[in-house]
């Protein structure tokens, strides 16, 4: 069997062995300049001592100071019960459905209070600015806390992050509901915003550990949704929620919905991260066995905690500020996001304040743009089969733009919307016009989002989890700021102007996928960062041995790329 190259050169072979029913390999350090060229190993099990920073730790646990030994590699079996993409398909829907519905409740969340601004002006006596502050932060801490949680989770596994965060969420949901000041309000939605935001993180990690890639598109569509209905349905609901019991009835519901997914994915989603599970296998091993040699993948980093945590921490920015890639789709996605919560605010003044409408009322008006999201989740299937017959043509060696695809048909949609939306505005006219808007820029919204994570993706395999962090952290940062200066422009501008700046702007966006689809190949050719193809430099002998065996790896590098896809 071929020894596997890594980044920094050969890495050990980790052929299954059939007399440790395949629940751990033997590590055997390489011959010096074997390169690629080893391909077999002796069934008699040739090993030699090697010396791993792990040996150290396990041999002063065991009492002795022989740090050189045999290292077994603690994986996963083929057809293993315990790796997660071998749950049946029942179960795993199940999980699916159940982090679906958390990421739905978390944007849920974000805009129900958006109805009851004017409560907290009256409650509070403050301006209408400052009660659109406690909306902000929120989105703020969805981009703060995927730089804490992402790389907790690759540390202490998922189900953990999950539990802790939603309980923290859920405790400070409740000095909201029963603040006296406005000051308690910001700073409790602050550390609501944080702690909510590590399951928008983890959901894509989630998916990416339970599905195989062929399976996961409708998975994926399904996740890819729930962060766009949950902010077009929270209006809906807060708004007549508001009108019958009042502002603070808007975070009593949040409590009631956040606790019922603590419950649920506390008490009935299992780990699924398989460092973590297979973690627990080592150590069970060597307890069991006595022998300090079984050992996972993450024990074979050298690089100690602190220093692998602030890589991740620098990672983000320098991808930001350094790639083209990142810097423009992060941009893109920032006007989407900004456009998402700029509604928040332009539609209570187009039919609240210009037509006199309830906030109930003008709830309802979200009901297209969610109806769109739905239409474009429902298409999902469909683009990822398109994209499947892609990777046929092009032999598994598909480049990163043929993800742009999708995003260069669907780009039209949200300015088309946003002019439907300012010139059937004015006050004298049918509702219709404004509320139907809403419908293609919700289609558009998911095709976009859908294919700007998988070009990231593509783009910086290895560095996929930076990338996404990065312009998830940009993203948030400029969502947070619409909401504060929304009404200002359309009070400056007009409603029908401040609209067509909104929807120029999203039509210059739409020249970015056409760039990348003709340049984009030759940026990343000259990136630093950007994944250059290096893994299809094996000899092809070596690669088809390897092929098996390398499937679930490429799995979990992928589930570590989708940890920061909120």
């Given at each position: ?5 890594s ?23 390489p ?7 080893r ?31 045999d ?5 996963f ?11 049946s ?6 999980i ?20 009851g601004v004017?409560g ?7 301006s ?5 502050v406690p ?12 730089m ?16 802790s ?5 859920v405790?400070?949901i409740i ?35 339970l599905?195989?890639?062929e ?31 009042g502002w ?19 008490f009935t989603?299992?780990?699924t991260?398989?460092?973590t599970?297979?973690?627990a ?5 060597r307890?069991?066995?006595?022998d ?7 024990d074979l ?6 220093e692998?945590?602030?890589?991740f ?11 083209l890639i990142?810097?423009?789709?992060s941009?893109?996605?920032?006007v ?23 906030a ?41 733009e043929?993800?742009l ?31 139907l ?35 998830t952290?940009i993203?948030s ?7 504060l ?8 501008l ?11 702007l ?5 020249a ?37 065996e ?17």
């Amino acid at each position: 069997m071929a020894a596997p190259t890594s980044a920094t050169g050969p890495a050990p072979p980790y052929p299954y062995d059939s007399d440790d029913n395949a629940h751990y390999a033997s590590i055997i350090p390489p011959e010096p300049n074997a390169g690629s060229a080893r391909s077999s190993i002796d069934r008699s099990r040739e090993t030699r001592p090697q010396v791993l920073p792990q040996a150290e730790k396990h041999a002063k646990l065991a009492g002795t100071t022989d740090t050189r030994q045999d290292y077994k590699l603690v994986t996963f079996a083929p057809g293993d019960p315990d790796d997660p993409k071998n749950w049946s398909k029942a179960y795993k829907w199940y999980i699916t459905m159940v982090v679906a519905v958390t990421c739905f409740v978390v944007a849920f969340c974000s805009s129900v209070v958006t109805a009851g601004v004017g409560g907290v002006e009256e409650s509070f006596g403050v301006s209408h600015e400052a009660a659109l502050v406690p909306i902000s932060v929120f989105v703020v801490g969805f981009g703060v806390g995927p730089m804490i949680f992402a790389p907790l989770s690759e540390v202490f596994g998922r189900r953990i992050i999950y539990g802790s965060t939603l309980l923290l969420a859920v405790i400070f949901i409740i000095p909201c509901a029963v603040s006296k000041n406005i000051g308690t309000l910001i700073v409790c939605r602050t550390i609501d915003g944080i702690a909510f935001s590590a399951p928008m993180t983890l959901v894509g990690g989630t998916l990416a550990d339970l599905w195989r890639n062929e399976e996961r598109g409708v998975p994926m569509a399904a996740f890819s949704a729930a962060p766009f209905i949950g902010p077009a349905i929270g209006p809906l609901i807060g708004g007549f929620l508001y009108d019958a019991a009042g502002w603070r009835w808007l975070y009593w519901i949040q409590l009631i919905f956040s606790f019922v997914i603590w419950i649920l994915i506390t008490f009935t989603v299992p780990e699924t991260y398989a460092p973590t599970i297979l973690a627990a296998r080592a150590k069970r091993l060597r307890k069991e066995t006595g022998d300090n040699g079984h050992v996972t993948e993450a024990d074979l980093d050298p690089r100690p905690f602190k220093e692998r945590i602030g890589v991740f921490m620098i990672r983000p920015f320098q991808l930001l500020f350094r790639e083209l890639i990142v810097l423009l789709i992060s941009l893109y996605m920032s006007v989407l996001y900004g456009l998402l919560y700029m509604f928040f605010v332009a539609y209570p003044i187009i039919f609240e304040v210009r037509k006199g409408y309830s906030a109930g009322i003008t709830g309802l008006m979200f009901i297209p743009l969610a109806v769109g999201v739905v239409l474009s989740a429902a298409c999902s299937p469909w683009v990822n089969k398109h994209y499947l017959t892609l990777v046929t043509k092009h032999n598994g060696k598909q480049p990163a733009e043929v993800r742009l695809i999708p995003m260069m048909l669907s780009c039209w949609f949200i300015p088309i919307g946003m002019f439907i939306f300012a010139w059937s505005s004015y006050p004298h006219l049918t509702w219709v016009g404004p509320c139907l808007a809403g419908l293609p820029v919700g289609f558009g919204f998911i095709f976009l989002y859908n294919a700007a994570n998988n070009y990231l993706v593509d783009s910086y395999q290895h560095q996929a989890a930076s990338a996404l962090a990065a312009k998830t952290f940009i993203r948030s940062w400029w969502g947070a700021g619409c909401v504060l200066f929304t009404e200002q422009m359309y009070n400056r501008l007009g409603d029908q102007w401040a609209s067509t700046l909104l929807a120029f702007l999203a039509l210059a966006c739409c020249a970015i996928p056409f760039c990348f689809w003709k340049w984009g190949a030759s940026i990343r050719k000259r990136s630093k960062y950007a994944y250059g193809g290096e893994d299809d430099a094996l000899d092809s002998d070596v690669e088809k041995a390897n092929a098996r065996e390398h499937h679930d790896m490429e799995d979990l590098r992928r589930a570590r790329s989708y940890v920061s896809n909120p």
